[in-house]
């Protein structure tokens, strides 16, 4: 499970992230909802060891990301899907990631085809790639490791009613198997058909969280 606990980040006085607490549990989706700058990528960036916390905790079954045995293998991550090697091919990235991770190559093909970017798509070089490309090569990339826990920021950006659609049913498989997500997005109708719980985040603070029919039924 993720237990973000009391976590502050400051940038020079500005606090991006201001005292922020939520779990996710296992076999849930959790909605992470706020407008641009309200502080999600500053937190899923501390989660995942990409930045140090100036108070507070980010933990995944009570570790920090890099004092995880295997961080790469046991959380898939995908943080800014527009920043993929341009020079590369969709297949070549995916296999250059598998080395990486020490992962069978034979998986690459197959996340390839599940993330549907098969055929001509997976050679067409990502620089090439529209942003829902990328999210789909970033999705294949945080699926490589086959991971228990997912943590995606903005993953709907960029892909088209279908892609929404279909990223949405991956998400939901993948959180009944028993796996634990965090989705970040800035609108609403990204995260509402998928997500079990909701936590909303403005100016860096928690605003709203709880089980998402009851915190639309309030609204
Ligand atoms: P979101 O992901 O919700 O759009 P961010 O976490 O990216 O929000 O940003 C939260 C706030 O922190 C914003 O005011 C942003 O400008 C600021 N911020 C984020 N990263 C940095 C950084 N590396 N240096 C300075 N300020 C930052
Ligand atoms: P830097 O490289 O900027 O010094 P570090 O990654 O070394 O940052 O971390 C600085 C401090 O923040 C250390 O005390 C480290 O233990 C702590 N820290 C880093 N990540 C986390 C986290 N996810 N939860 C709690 N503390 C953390």
């Given at each position: ?12 006085g ?12 296992p ?58 090697h ?57 699926l ?26 991956l ?13 970040s997005?800035h ?33």
């Amino acid at each position: 499970m993720i237990a973000i606990e009391h976590l502050s980040k400051r940038y020079g006085g500005h606090p991006a992230v201001d005292d922020v607490s939520f779990t996710c549990a296992p076999g849930t989706v959790t909605g992470f909802l706020g407008p641009n700058g309200a502080g999600k990528s500053t937190t899923l960036r501390v989660l995942c060891g990409l930045a140090a916390p100036t108070r507070g905790t980010a933990t995944v079954g009570g570790r920090r990301y890099r004092d995880l045995p295997n961080p790469g293998r046991e959380v898939g991550v995908l943080l800014d899907a527009a920043a993929q090697h341009p020079g590369r091919t969709g297949r070549e990235a995916l296999t250059l990631a598998a080395t990486v991770l020490g992962v069978d190559r034979g998986r690459v093909a197959e996340l390839l085809d599940h993330v549907g970017l098969d055929g001509t798509a997976a050679r067409k070089r990502v620089g090439a790639y529209s942003l829902g490309m990328r999210q789909r090569l970033g999705l294949a990339g945080a699926l490589l490791g086959d991971p228990r826990v997912l943590v995606l920021d903005e993953p709907a950006n960029g892909l088209d009613p279908e892609g929404i659609f279909w990223m949405r049913g991956l998400l939901r498989g993948f959180a009944d198997r028993g796996g634990t997500v965090l989705l970040s997005s800035h609108l609403l109708r990204e995260v509402e058909a998928v997500a079990d719980r909701l936590v909303v985040i403005a100016g860096g603070r928690v605003v709203a969280q709880g089980a998402m029919d009851e915190l639309l039924a309030d609204t």
